[in-house]
């Protein structure tokens, strides 16, 4: 069964960087694209990017362009979401959800979430 | 962007009500459009696609509809297990609406 696994809970101070990882488990990983998708407290549900795991392309949110950036490790299987610069605003819920092998496609299937708590 | 733009925010009900969720886009998206279920502290689940294609596993007493900008979410006998958030998806830039939150009246 299809099971996407990420990283735990971190706490950053202002301006540092996070660096979230999302395995993927239970299908084909190179044949599915995978996003990013963030809440913040009591908020809605906001999406940050895309990347591709066969090639490594990617495109980003406008907002978080210049600050977002994803990767993703073939060996392992497993997809990464780095964040910089960062600020209290970005303190939210992060997850990772499978789309299909369509850029443009719904999200079945999605992480557990991992809370980045930014504060001094 | 492609805004999505869900009414209302909050909507409260009883078990065995009908009613309906509405979601608008800023631009024709075609039948690009999904809904989703979040319940508190979970993941959201795929519920539409297609704007009326039901998840495999998702109960019958929810139906979508629509095309072009004008969406809506219909759940047809209300359960204890749906009170959640809902949001609409479009997923050819993949934005969301703001959610609406459904509440036991």
């Known amino acids: 069964q299809v099971q996407l696994v990420q990283s735990g809970a971190e706490v950053k101070k202002p301006g540092a960087s996070v660096k979230v990882s999302c395995k993927a488990s239970?299908?084909?990983?190179?044949?599915?694209?995978m996003h990013w998708v963030r809440q913040a407290p009591g908020q809605g549900l906001e999406w940050m990017g895309i990347?591709?795991?066969?090639?490594?392309?990617?495109s980003y949110a406008q907002k978080l362009q210049g600050r977002v950036t994803m990767t993703r490790d073939r060996s392992t299987s497993t997809v990464y979401m780095e964040l910089s610069s960062l600020r209290s605003e970005d303190t939210a819920v992060y997850y990772c959800?499978?789309?299909?092998?369509?850029?443009?496609?719904?999200?079945?299937?999605w992480g557990q979430g991992t809370l980045v708590t930014v504060s001094s | 962007d492609i805004q999505m733009t869900q009414s209302p925010s909050t909507l409260s009900a009883s078990v065995g009500d009908r009613l309906t969720i509405t979601c608008r886009a800023s631009q024709n998206i075609s039948s690009r459009l999904a809904w989703y279920q979040q319940k508190p502290g979970k993941a959201p689940k795929l519920l539409i696609y297609?704007?009326?294609s039901l998840e495999s596993g998702v109960p019958i007493r929810f139906s979508g509809s629509g095309s072009g900008t004008e969406f809506t979410l219909t759940i047809s006998s209300l359960q204890p297990d749906d009170f959640a958030t809902y949001y609409c998806q479009q997923y050819n830039s993949h934005t969301f609406g703001q959610g609406t939150k459904l509440e036991i009246k």
């Open positions: 297609k704007a009326s």
């Open positions: 959800a499978r789309g299909t092998e369509y850029s443009s496609s719904p999200f079945q299937y």
């Open positions: 239970g299908y084909t990983f190179i044949s599915y694209y």
């Open positions: 990347i591709n795991p066969s090639g490594g392309s990617t």
